[in-house]
């Protein structure tokens, strides 16, 4: 059996559910009904990479990193590919310059989106530190 299996149905247009687990997705290529699939990607990347961003932390002794958010950005070509992918990763915690470019490099290796992404597509990184 597969680790994970999901359903994906669309009755008309370009809005498709797909059910995972026990949850709705609602992706909608136009953007009407939910996220484009683009736009559903980078957010799981941000998704992931927070809590691997929480153990990266834990690893190098910083325990409370308090409040995180990431202000995720893309690029697209031409062709509405994904070219490039840019999160902002703004932490309460005081950390100096080291430690957050340590916590994040941690993080790269923990976040499994990151590791399931070609590597153009890898997030380029700027941390905050005592952003809140």
Not at 54 to 83: F, H, K, N, W
């Amino acid at each position: 059996m597969a680790d994970i299996e999901t359903s994906t149905v669309s009755e008309e247009g370009y809005a498709s559910t797909s059910q995972v687990g026990e949850f709705d997705l609602q992706i909608d290529a136009t953007d009407e009904t939910g996220p484009n699939p683009n736009a559903a990607l980078v957010a799981t990347y941000a998704s992931c990479y927070l809590p691997a961003l929480r153990v990266g932390g834990s690893q190098r002794g910083e325990e409370d990193l308090g409040t995180i958010q990431i202000d995720a950005s893309a690029e697209l070509d031409d062709d509405d590919d994904l070219e490039s992918i840019a999160f902002d990763v703004h932490v309460e915690a005081d950390l100096d310059d080291e430690t957050a470019a340590d916590i994040a490099e941690r993080a790269e290796g923990i976040c499994h989106v990151h590791s399931a992404l070609r590597e153009e597509l890898h997030a380029d990184i700027s941390v905050y530190p005592g952003a809140f």
